[in-house]
């Protein structure tokens, strides 16, 4: 209830998420409208489902971020070779590509161990935020959502 309202809130700032996502309380200065949806989420997962297929949801979720680090990884570095610009990583593991496919493929052996119905909802899932970056790249002109007034 603390991370995940903030995590809104900023991709909101951004430009990832509604502008909405971005409003703060004008007395608390907390982001209510992230807070109330987050809430409500996290109200039907609990009412829909038992604690343990939650908890699966929840580590499978992690698993998925994990997964796409160690696969961003050789890309990252790629960039690095390829743009002197950028400035180098300060943090290097020996052999680094090993290490990021060792993660990936771990994750991904982790994540068979869903369940259908947590199948489902990790593909729904995933469908929309693939439709929401989607609809915020496409080249219709308009890339990025307006950010919040300041």
């Known amino acids: ?10 991709m909101a ?11 703060v309380h004008p007395v608390h ?27 699966t949801l929840s580590a499978v979720s992690r698993l998925f971020t994990y997964g796409l680090v160690s696969a961003a990884l050789p890309v990252l570095r790629r960039r690095e070779q390829q743009d002197p610009g950028l400035p180098a990583a300060t943090l290097r593991l020996p ?19 869903m369940s259908g119905r947590e199948l489902v909802v990790m593909s729904v899932v995933l469908l929309l ?14 890339a990025r959502l307006p950010r919040p007034a300041e």
């Open 29 to 55: 200065r907390t982001p209510w409208l992230s807070i109330l949806i987050f809430a409500a989420l996290v109200w039907c997962l609990a009412a829909s489902s038992g604690f343990l297929q939650n908890l």
């Open 95 to 113: 052999a680094g590509p090993l290490v990021a496919l060792l993660g990936f493929l771990t994750s991904g052996l982790l994540a068979t161990r």
């Open 13 to 23: 700032e951004q430009g990832d998420l509604p502008a909405a996502f971005a409003r």
């Open 129 to 142: 935020g693939l439709l929401h970056w989607y609809l915020l790249t496409r080249p219709s002109g308009k």
């Open 1 to 10: 209830m603390v991370n995940v309202p903030r995590l809104t809130f900023a």
